[in-house]
């Protein structure tokens, strides 16, 4: 039919919906559309590739969006991965290890059992990184500054990494240090 995604989401805008769900921005003329929408009153959600909530930004930036676009309509980016839980039927206490701020907490494995086909896990949580915007982390973007800094600013106004969400789920006892370690990355 001729329709590119670009060209659909454009149609939707002019449906004047309250919310619109863009499923992922691949490239500037689609972030384009989503920015603009969300200037114009817009509630938009998206999804976009990166490892933390801040390199949203500069991956919003490599593609050619304007930073003054990027600081006037993003309300927060919040990143997310889901971690393995230890099965419950199987859960058994592996001692104590130190938390990153030097306390010992309590950790736990599965042994694995037929109801996790004995892999000591059953189920998935999520760990979440969440970067509300605020004036400092404005004025960064419109500076053209990095993740590094937007990280930075971002973590001096109460942002907790994906690794520091994970080890609240590890002292929670729903997974394993190995497990948040697998799938975050820090700088």
Known sequence: IGLTFAAGLRHIVRQDPDVIMVGEIRDRETADIAIR??????FVYST????????????????????YLISS????????????VICPACRLPDGARLSPEG???????????????????AGRVGIFELMEM????????????????????????????????????????????????RVTQEF
């Open 134 to 181: 605020n004036d400092e982390i404005r004025k960064l973007i419109m500076a053209g500054a990095d993740a590094v800094e937007i990280t930075r600013a971002a973590r001096r106004h109460g942002m907790r990494s994906l690794r520091e969400d994970g080890w609240m789920k590890v002292r929670q006892g729903l997974t394993t240090a190995e497990e948040v370690l």
């Open 37 to 42: 929408a969300a200037l114009t009153g817009h």
């Open 103 to 121: 306390d010992e907490i309590p950790v736990w494995r599965g042994a694995g059992c037929e109801r996790c086909f004995f892999t000591g896990y």
């Open 48 to 67: 976009l590739h990166t490892n933390d909530a801040p390199s949203a930004i500069t991956r919003l930036t490599d593609m050619g969006v304007e930073n």
């Open 73 to 84: 309509s993003l309300v927060a980016v919040m990143a997310q991965r889901l971690v393995r």
